[in-house]
């Protein structure tokens, strides 16, 4: 009878902890949505921790048993955003030379396409200089997409000038895209530009 009533408690237990797993992962999800809301109104440095309390209206405390600080929450926003529009299956073997091929612009394409589709989140980050994280976590997707692509070693061109130049120079094309064209030019018309660039300058 005991190792039935100790067994009851554990169920009991068990579904409390999921309770509180569900009640933890939805706190975790508001915060998240009304962090993105937020970045659709105003750049990311401008935005407060008290911000983000007013917009989930949670309490300052529940805030911080989430995340430590404002960046924690970036990372984790980076995180969910660039490991979706990076994901794995994207570059299927390592055996490409240095020149543009559609494999690669579909790759363009899929990820201005994903970007587009977030643009009034990322428009708080993409324009503001300051936010570092967001600008770091996606140099570095940006630079192992690139290294996985081309084989940096068929060209004569240092390979970190060259990873900097591909890194640097499509980043600012989804700025430009994002700031004042998104309506004039879709994904595909802004790839093609992308990779003319890239055909006239060191691919070739």
Same mark, same amino acid.
């Given at each position: 009878?005991?190792?039935?009533?100790? +067994?009851?408690? !554990?169920?009991?237990? &068990? $579904?409390k902890? =999921?309770?509180?797993?569900? *009640?933890?992962?939805?706190?975790?999800?508001?915060?998240?949505?009304?962090?993105?809301?937020?970045?659709?109104?105003?750049k990311y440095?401008?935005?407060?921790?008290?911000?983000?309390?007013?917009?989930?209206?949670?309490?300052?405390?529940?805030? +911080?048993?989430? !995340?430590?600080?404002? &960046? $924690?929450?970036? =990372?984790?926003?980076?995180? *969910?955003?660039?490991?979706?529009?990076?994901k794995?299956?994207?570059?299927?073997?390592?055996?490409?030379d240095?020149?543009v091929d559609?494999?690669?612009?579909?790759?363009?394409?899929?990820?201005?396409?994903?970007?587009n589709?977030?643009?009034?989140?990322?428009?708080?980050?993409?324009? &503001? $200089?300051g936010?570092?994280?967001f600008?770091?976590?996606?140099?570095?997707k940006?630079?192992?997409?690139?290294?996985?692509?081309?084989?940096?070693?068929?060209?004569?061109?240092?390979?970190?000038y060259?990873?900097?130049?591909?890194?640097?120079?499509?980043?600012?094309?989804?700025?430009?895209?994002i700031?004042?064209?998104?309506?004039?030019?879709?994904?595909?018309?802004?790839a093609?530009?992308?990779?003319?660039?890239?055909?006239?300058?060191?691919?070739?």
């Amino acid at each position: 009878m005991l190792v039935i009533e100790q +067994y009851i408690d !554990f169920v009991h237990f &068990d $579904e409390k902890e =999921k309770d509180l797993d569900r *009640r933890i992962k939805r706190t975790k999800e508001l915060i998240y949505n009304s962090f993105n809301e937020l970045l659709s109104k105003k750049k990311y440095n401008d935005i407060t921790v008290q911000n983000i309390i007013d917009e989930a209206d949670i309490g300052r405390s529940t805030f +911080y048993s989430h !995340f430590e600080t404002k &960046d $924690e929450l970036l =990372k984790y926003t980076c995180i *969910r955003l660039f490991d979706h529009v990076f994901k794995s299956d994207l570059i299927s073997s390592k055996n490409h030379d240095f020149s543009v091929d559609d494999n690669f612009k579909y790759i363009i394409v899929h990820i201005l396409h994903h970007i587009n589709q977030c643009k009034d989140r990322l428009f708080g980050l993409l324009l &503001d $200089e300051g936010a570092y994280i967001f600008n770091d976590y996606l140099s570095i997707k940006l630079k192992k997409l690139f290294s996985d692509y081309f084989d940096y070693n068929k060209i004569e061109i240092p390979k970190d000038y060259v990873e900097n130049y591909l890194i640097k120079s499509f980043i600012e094309t989804i700025r430009w895209w994002i700031k004042d064209n998104n309506k004039k030019y879709n994904a595909n018309e802004v790839a093609e530009y992308y990779i003319s660039i890239l055909q006239n300058s060191i691919i070739n």
